[in-house]
């Protein structure tokens, strides 16, 4: 790939402007690492030349989308947080008409989340016409190891991924249902590849049952889920509201594709 020039209008293969592109790349691989890396991390990760990565940084240091810190490291900085709230938002206006299909179709209170980080994020709701409070609201972030969203996106991952999650952030009880150990966790990962779906048997709340799938295709590791109690979401029920959270889930991506 031809070096870009210095006004970053150099053109990539994809036909994109290539300082954008690698800007991007950076700042998403700095997310990955947990927010906060040094160039040298930077450079082995992307390939690129450490003159290029420190024009780019000093070009996002001065936006303040990026900060450096005492210690010459690079954070992630204040201004990205605006852009990630408005599009948080804007995600879940655009995703509750699906979900508005969901809660229609299966009578239960419809979710939409976000792996952010080791952590799961609730971006959208459609609440179910039964009067019944959960645990889930929009913005209440959760740790995935107790919920069916959590479950449905970890399950994409590779095992050593997730044990090194895990490790990060622990494994509390929510319930006495909650599964508390790597190997537990990773059986349950197991049954959801081979199901297609997860499920949430009272582990996240007790009398609450969720079922739950993937976006496939999502640009961010992104899920669907249905949330009620456990009298209603039953293992008949499943048999039925499950195919209709998979068509909700292939209508997301189509719309997340076009």
């Known amino acids: 790939m031809p070096p870009s020039s210095a006004t970053g209008s150099a053109k990539s293969a994809s036909g994109g402007v290539q300082s954008l592109e690698r800007a991007f790349d950076l700042l998403e691989r700095m997310a990955d690492a947990g927010g906060e890396v040094g160039l040298s991390q930077l450079a082995a990760g992307s390939g690129l030349p450490l003159p290029t990565i420190h024009r780019l940084m000093r070009t996002l240091v001065a936006c303040g989308y990026v900060r450096q810190q005492a210690n010459r490291r690079y954070a992630l900085g204040p201004r ?83 044990r090194a999650l895990l490790a990060r952030t622990g494994m509390p009880a929510a319930t006495e249902r909650t599964i508390t150990t790597p190997e537990g ?63 909700v889930a292939a209508e997301l991506s189509r719309s997340l594709s076009s």
Not at 98 to 127: C, F, K, S, W
Not at 211 to 232: E, F, K, M
């Open 80 to 162: 990205l947080i605006r852009l990630g709230e408005s599009a948080s938002r804007l995600l879940g206006t655009w995703a509750r008409p699906h979900l508005a299909r969901l809660v229609e179709e299966t009578g239960e209170t419809a979710n939409m989340a976000l792996l952010d980080g080791d952590e799961i994020v609730y971006v959208a709701q459609v609440p179910s016409k039964h009067s019944m409070r959960m645990f889930t609201e929009v913005g209440r972030r959760v740790l995935p190891h107790s919920t069916g969203v959590g479950k449905a996106l970890l399950a994409g991952l590779p095992d050593d991924e997730v």
């Open 185 to 247: 966790f990773l059986a349950a990962l197991a049954d959801v590849r081979r199901q297609g779906y997860a499920v949430d048997d009272n582990e996240q709340e007790m009398g609450v049952r969720c079922l739950a799938v993937s976006v496939p295709g999502s640009p961010t590791a992104t899920a669907v889920s249905i949330s009620g109690p456990a009298g209603r979401v039953t293992e008949a029920a499943t048999e039925r509201i499950v195919p209709v959270l998979r068509q």
